[in-house]
């Protein structure tokens, strides 16, 4: 019933959300025009409608799977940080040697949070790679195109490793419809979980996450162990730490102007999707308040954690040396690589560099403001113990 309730409050959370876009007609980070509110009327149906689905699929599962309730989460392996700061990299770096961890990948995360979806899917690809492979390929095409420009910011595969909080979407708790509504303050507040949702609100949304990942483990047959990474979860560490005491944590960072241009920049699509103003100082504001706020709660939590269990990398030293330091991560974490993951890390070069280009300059905050207020938390984090690698 638990679960329940959580669904039900999380899709009236969301419908909520929708309804009060729809009359916002003035407000700086998503004014309103025709093309934004033809968008909010056809989608926020279909979006919530795909929910729907999710969710009966996800209580069905109660019936049809009740054993994956039975499947530990053991010794999971959190990747998180501050947005743009190399979290995909280190993720997809170690979700690629296959034998040890096991992690969501798009196509679970969006299509199929639950088993029975996912034995669904299963079935109808078989029947596809007997007929040709031609609904894989027109998936793929489809996945391309709707994500376009976006290969040189985040690489977006159906089989590519994903954020699984995106299968909080169905309970309305992933952060990523901030994008299409940012003048509400409720998918805001769950980048900081910790701090800004009421207990009883918090504790659902961490058991959720839970149930949600032991499918996973179930539906991947439970000899790997999960691997993790999201990168709005710098504001659940103490959340995801209670739910999974035996948990690591790989915290990533960057120098945090940077890291902040390259995140509004990276979401630029939502302008041309939604309407947002993503060039505009409101928007903008939402995300430089979140980065000051994620920056200053790691800083403050995780400085009396026991050493062993969380490692603190910075992107300065996994572009000078990205094999030495994520080995160095892994061995603080008491996670000694094995062959196969020694020998992809022993491979990955030095100084690489990304195509996506962005520029503090181009921001419409001010410099001066935004170095204040991340700067600090950001040197304090730097100078803890449990920092990685030696970079100035």
Known sequence: MLTLYTFLEGMGHQ??????????????RAPMTLRRLLVLLAGGPLFLLLQFVHILCLLLDEVLFPAYRRTAVERPLFITGIPRSGTTFVHRTLAGEGETFTTVTTWEALLAPSILQRRLVGLLARADGALGGLGARALAALTRRLTGGMEAIHAVGLTAAEEDYLLLLPAGGCFLPVLALPGESGPAELGRLDTALGAGRRGRLLRLYRRLLQRHLYADGGARRLLSKNAAFGGWVTGLRETFPDARFLLCLREPGTALSSQISSVAAAERLFGTATRGEAFQRLFLEGYQETLGHLGRTVADWPTGTVAVIDMADLRTAPGATLRAALERLGEAPGPALAARLAAL?????????????????????????????????LQQPHRVGSHP
């Open 15 to 28: 419908l909520r959300w929708w309804l009060r876009a729809l009359v916002s007609w003035r407000d700086p």
């Open 349 to 381: 070069p030095a100084g690489g560099t990304s195509g996506h280009r962005h520029a503090v300059s181009a921001l419409a905050l001010q410099p001066a403001e935004m170095d204040a207020r991340l700067e600090p938390p950001y040197r304090h984090l």
